[in-house]
């Protein structure tokens, strides 16, 4: 099962590698892990996306909560929360494929960011499910790099009701 | 005040009686400020033990231990002490010197990144770079070790930072700001008349003791509960002596090397109350049985034991010492078990393991174990080492109102002769036996110096067979007697080590009056070493 843990954090040094560590340690996956400030700049917010079985999910928000540094954790399912990553692509084109790689990033909501004579940069931020769609339209293309962020998700306003 | 004395005040103001550790350049700016005060030092031999020292210290007088070592290898030394202190849930706080604030991060002399590397043995750990921090951290560090599900909490302060000037005055705080560390101390009430409820509906409850009995400090209320109430108790090993072990409720330690008898009564009952137990795999290797035909309450601290190894019917979240009361307080309907109390007598009866005669020459451990325990002083302090000698301590020691302490969670060889120097610091009056095997007593035997540096009266039983014992065992089974890295060649003479250090020797064998001798042993003045001559064959089981 997938879950989403997001993780109000102090913001001090060494508290990526705690909060990191504790998942290798525990054997628990990490899909993504993203951290970022708040509006308190002492306090950070990591998105942590992981899979596991019920016990696991437990666990993780458990030990989760008993890391001194961690103030809060809210662990919700992608439903219900709104989810985005940012992906910056770059690709090789050439006169036969450009019209479409053009035609994907309008269908995708995509937007060409940088340029040169035979490579673009695209960007695109979206749901990851939707991503790897863009990715999989891309395939024909030459990929030449791709950067993702993983995921940030809050939840939906009404989970707040 | 520069940062050195300020620790110092802050240790003074934590009522810190007795700091164990060793030296170094990067942590003497404190070593020399120690001296301005009343805090008794203790150098010991080599920094693991000193770890251990502060374990013993803390089971003991119920504070937090503290112990200190200099940077690089001191630090990293001091490691194996700080992770058996963090699995068996004891207040620690290791103070550790580090490098020049400007040259961390560029692998100087003597540098470790000691925060980085015990990561994952500690509550919570701190490198201190703003003298001024230094009150507020201590104040943190203390509460963190002691409150909650205890543990070590290391403090790393780089060597300008000891001796910077403080440039806010000195002040002590007193109370505590942490928004992201609020242990429950009080259980939830609606769970604990749950808990009272299914105690009266119970016709086979039992209750399994850990260690966290020990570190609340509720064994009266354990005990108090159980008798009102005719509820049978088992423990764990960490949990051994939360109720006297000749108590006509007592049905002995679980596991796979406790007493089939108490595994089975714990697999029949109909209510199984876990109290301050982990749940982890010596004690319960098949949860699945614990959980199935019962309502099992599990009582713990720390949120997340409950669940992590076996999901119980009833969760209750608290120390122990509150719930106990709340459930006295609250249970005005003393519950009769007394038929089901006779069932266990009855298995235990039955069940007993009858060991096979021991060869010739040598001691039965079983005998020997006994005759120790029933000669000792009835509040003394037993520790046991790890191996054989710990699976015969366990299941033939009678704690009455004394300690039993053992590494029961890491399993640390060498724990039990500088713990027993901790203890014994703590609490001067006590007798304090270590029963101990020649294979870690090669491994804490340095310590016998420390002993005799600041007259710390302890008795060391060495189980003496040549061999790493339990391992050997465990080849005879697994790999049928295909021995290999087990066999103890080259012993040193034991008598010439305790004439070495100046301490009283005796020994025994299949032939010697075991009684006579060990009474001889325990009332000799001064420290002594008796080794017990064992079958290298002998089996736990």
Redesign the interface.
Known sequence: MKRIYSVLVENRAGVLSKVAGLFSRRNFNIDSLVVGETADKAVSCMTIVSTGDERTIEQIEKQLNKKIDVIKVKTFKESMSINRELMLIKVKYNKENRRDIMENCTIMNAQIVDMSKNMMLIQICDTSERIELFIEMLKSVSIVEIARTGTVALTKCRENQ | MIGAEAIVKCLENENTEVIFGYSGVAIDPFWNKILDTNIKTVLIRTEQNAAHCASGFARISGKVGVCAVTSGPGATNLITGIATAYADSIPLIAITGQVNSDMIGSDVFQEADI??AV??FV??SY?IRNVNDIPRIFKEAFY?ANTGRKGPVLIDIPFDVQCAVLTEKFSYPETIS????KPTVNGNIVQIRKVIKEVEKAERPIICVGGGVHLSGATNELVKFAELNDVPVVSTMMGIGAMPSDHPLFFGMVGNNGKAYANRAMNESDLLLMVGARVADRAVNRPDLITENKVMVHIDV???EI??NV?PTIPLVGDIKHIFNDFLQLDDHPDDHRKWVETLKGYKEEMKTIREPVADGYVDPENYIRTLSKVMKDDAIYVADVGQNQIWSCAYHIVKNGRFLTSGGMGTMGYSIPAAIGGKIADPDKQVVAVIGDGAFQMCMMELATMRQYGVNIKIVIMKNGYLGMVREHQHKAYNDRYSMVELKGDPDISLIAKAYGMAYYCVDGNSDIEEETIKFLSDDRSGIMVVMVDPMALTR
Request: proline share 6%; aromatic share 12%; hydrophobic share 20%.
């Open positions: 925060t980085g990561e994952s509550k919570y490198l963190i942490m928004r992201s560390y720390d949120p997340a669940g992590k999901g």
